[in-house]
């Protein structure tokens, strides 16, 4: 099974700051999807990633695959409290199945 | 559409009692899976399944079983409940398209505590 690495963990900033999440492996992945979950609830799908070195945008939120499709992270732009959650990377082994990254806790204080 | 619906939303269990947790997709989805979620560890694949009558074992299966009679509900079962399954399960289903990558679309969770 691959690993997917997430950094970091935890993440507690005030309202208005920029943020990076990173997710790692040393293999490869097909795609590499970005959750996002709610305390009592499922993990909602944010995007996914398909191609080498492609880069998303949804509202304030910025995705991008490496290059060599091992990596990704996920910039968040003046981050608000409503971006409060657990963030979490999935990368798809060629095979319909996900494997995801232990996720990182995002507080936004107002 | 009611999605992937889970129950029950919680459950106490002692050791060595049994139980079923339940998932229907109202979607017609192919695929369906079975997660558990750990404190600070991510998600972790039970047993996960293709289409009817076809299943297979994920990362983490031992202590679990499932079925899938039919396209619509993939119950997931535990015989004798230790205190290592205590956790939240998630359910989630997906389509298949050639052409595009589907979403996996997840359940509200069951959490389950093994006392």
């Known amino acids: 099974t691959q690993l997917l690495e997430q950094s970091p963990q935890f993440l507690s900033i005030q309202e208005g700051e920029n943020l990076t999440v990173y997710c790692n492996s040393s293999s490869v992945f097909s795609s590499l999807q970005w959750y996002r979950q709610e305390p009592g609830e499922g993990p909602v799908l944010l995007v996914t990633?398909?191609?080498?070195?492609e880069v998303k945008k949804l509202k304030r939120l910025t995705f991008q695959f490496g290059d060599a499709r091992k990596d990704s992270s996920l910039h968040i732009t003046a981050a608000q409290p409503g971006d409060t959650g657990l963030y979490l990377c999935?990368?798809?082994?060629?095979?319909?199945?996900?494997?995801f990254g232990a996720g990182t806790i995002l507080r936004v204080k107002s | 559409n009611a999605g992937v619906t889970q129950t029950p939303k919680f459950r106490i269990l002692k050791i060595g009692q049994s139980m079923t947790l339940q998932c229907t997709q109202d979607?017609?989805?192919?695929?369906m899976y079975w997660y558990r979620q750990d404190p600070g560890m991510g998600l972790k694949l039970i047993y996960y399944s293709v289409g009817a009558g076809i299943t297979d074992k994920g990362e983490v299966p031992n202590g679990y079983n499932v079925s899938r009679s039919t396209t619509e509900d993939f119950p997931l079962r535990l015989e004798l409940a230790a205190p290592s399954q205590t956790s939240v399960y998630f359910c989630?289903?997906?389509?298949?398209?050639?052409?595009?990558?589907?979403?996996?679309?997840f359940g509200p969770g069951t959490r389950l505590t093994v006392l």
């Open positions: 979607m017609n989805h192919n695929y």
């Open positions: 989630a289903s997906m389509g298949y398209s050639r052409s595009i990558k589907d979403t996996q679309y």
């Open positions: 999935a990368g798809d082994e060629y095979g319909n199945k996900l494997v």
């Open positions: 990633v398909v191609t080498g070195g």
